[in-house]
């Protein structure tokens, strides 16, 4: 498996609190992404990151933020999670974008109550 | 916006039945990238097609890419235990990036 770790694998939260995810790699790749994944819809994609300080929108953004200040490392922030944000999220990373094989971390369940 | 829609949801066969997943895109794909998810594992890549037309095997995984490019197959010969889990499907297309089907779950009896 390629050097991918999330942080926290599990957590429970309320309505209205801050909450922040860590993708941290060992790969040096340049893309760096989060998605979720809920029943019946699959993996859906939140932000990306094509480079430190570079992100872009992803098709379920809002609600969300990211961050990311080196390479190895892409925060997800929920400034105020809400019960619809109840889901598990993914970090991939990739080396030539989004024609090129994404490697997925171990995911994070976040429970929004 | 671009789609992509996978058939069947859900899939139960015997061991040693074959299996097929579709994939289709509402729009015509650069690519098509196939995963497969164990049950409360990370989706793992399986393989990339892009040309129209293509097929790739491994072992007893087939995967073709249609002459349009919209549409996409798995095919699984003589299933095992071992196949249980989701099976998503995943193009690049319009949009400029790249959009999972909702998946398909296998499960083997034995």
């Known amino acids: 498996d390629a050097g991918i770790t999330q942080s926290p694998r599990h957590k429970v939260t309320e309505t209205g609190t801050p909450v922040t995810l860590r993708c941290h790699q060992t790969e040096n790749h340049r893309y760096m992404y989060w998605y979720r994944q809920d029943p019946g819809h699959g993996l859906r994609l939140i932000h990306y990151s094509y480079g430190v300080k570079d992100t872009d929108k992803g098709e379920v953004s809002d609600g969300y933020s990211v961050s990311r200040s080196k390479t190895e490392d892409f925060l997800l922030t929920l400034e105020s999670a809400t019960s619809s944000q109840t889901s598990v999220y993914f970090c991939a990373i990739a080396q030539g974008g989004f024609t090129d094989t994404q490697y997925f971390g171990p995911g994070t369940r976040l429970t929004v109550l | 916006g671009q789609q992509v829609m996978q058939i069947p949801q859900y899939q139960h066969v015997q061991e040693g039945e074959d299996f097929t997943t579709y994939c289709n895109s509402s729009t015509t794909l650069s690519n098509i990238q196939w995963y497969k998810q164990r049950p409360g594992g990370h989706p793992v890549f399986l393989i990339q097609l892009v040309k129209s037309g293509e097929v790739k095997k491994q072992k007893r995984l087939t995967f073709q890419f249609g002459e349009a490019k919209k549409n996409s197959s798995l095919h699984i010969t003589a299933t095992q235990t071992t196949d249980v889990g989701t099976y998503f499907c995943?193009?690049?297309?319009?949009?400029?990036?790249?959009?999972f089907g909702t998946g398909t779950r296998l499960q083997v009896f034995p």
């Open positions: 995943a193009g690049k297309g319009n949009t400029d990036k790249l959009i």
